[in-house]
């Protein structure tokens, strides 16, 4: 579990810089603008350059986020089938042993 939670955390952290890097993109696109309707087409190409950049990124975090959760929650489901699985086996293992040693009793009364 702890080392599920490392990787949903990291899946994450990339997912909230990507959305930080889209926030300086558009903070860079919005400097390319200047009073009087002036834009500086250099700073507004790169700005845009950036900010699909960062999309993408957002879109690539943001779909290995969701592949992980659902690897992990599949995960986490074969663990706890595994483990009821084993507590039946346990048990039919455990109901043999008692009568065997019930109709022992049963025979040495």
Do not use: F, P
């Not at 993109?25 to 009073?35: E, H, M, N, P, T």
């Not at 309707?37 to 700073?43: E, I, L, P, T």
């Amino acid at each position: 579990d702890d080392d599920i939670s490392a990787l949903l955390a990291a899946a994450a952290a990339r997912y909230k810089r990507s959305l930080s890097d889209e926030l300086a993109a558009r903070q860079l696109l919005k400097s390319a603008y200047g009073r009087g309707g002036y834009c500086n087409h250099a700073v507004k190409q790169r700005g845009m350059a950036a900010l699909k950049s960062a999309k993408q990124e957002q879109a690539r975090a943001r779909v290995a986020k969701d592949k992980l959760r659902t690897v992990c929650a599949s995960l986490q489901a074969s663990v706890l089938r595994n483990g009821e699985v084993a507590t039946i086996t346990a048990a039919g293992k455990n109901m043999r042993a008692e009568s065997k040693l019930a109709s022992e009793a049963s025979k040495s009364a």
